[in-house]
C-alpha cells in the first residue's frame, strides 16, 4: 500500500513546541507536494501549509503562519512539521497527503496517500 505515516504527535501544555514526521511508505514522495492537514473534534478537515516538491516554495494557511514550519527530505523520503507556540485550539489529529502542486485550487478528495494521522493535543 502506497500512504505517508504520521508520527510525533503528543501532549504538550499550551506554549510547547512538536515535530511532526510524515514518512512515504511503498511509494517515492519526491514526485509529489506535500500537503499538511488537520482535523479537530466536530470540524472539517483543514489544510495547514503545503511544500512543493523540490521544497522550494511552501505555502501556510494564516493560523500556521509564524508558528508552524514545513520541511522535506526527499532522500529521507520524509516530510516534517515543526510547531511551535501551540495553543489549544491547535488540538487535532493531524495528517499529511500528496498532490501535484500547492494549490488551493485542487479539492481535498484529490489528494493521495494519506496516512491514518496523528493526535496533537494541546492542554494545562
Known amino acids: 500500500q502506497a500512504r505517508f505515516v504520521e508520527s510525533g504527535g503528543a501532549l504538550v501544555q499550551p506554549g510547547g513546541s512538536l515535530r511532526l514526521s510524515c514518512a512515504a511508505s511503498g511509494f517515492s514522495s519526491e514526485y509529489y507536494s506535500v500537503r499538511w492537514f488537520r482535523q479537530a473534534p466536530g470540524k472539517e478537515r483543514e489544510g495547514v501549509v503545503c511544500i512543493s516538491i523540490d521544497g522550494g516554495k511552501t505555502s501556510y494557511k494564516d493560523f500556521a503562519k509564524g508558528r508552524f514550519t514545513i520541511s522535506r527530505d526527499n532522500a529521507k523520503n520524509t516530510a516534517y512539521l515543526q510547531m511551535n507556540n501551540l495553543v489549544p485550539e491547535d488540538t487535532a489529529v493531524y495528517y499529511c497527503?500528496?498532490?501535484?502542486?500547492?494549490?488551493?485550487?485542487?479539492?481535498?478528495?484529490?489528494?493521495?496517500?494519506w496516512g491514518q494521522g496523528t493526535q496533537v493535543t494541546v492542554s494545562s
Open positions: 497527503a500528496a498532490t501535484s502542486y500547492c494549490t488551493d485550487w485542487i479539492s481535498i478528495t484529490e489528494y493521495l496517500h
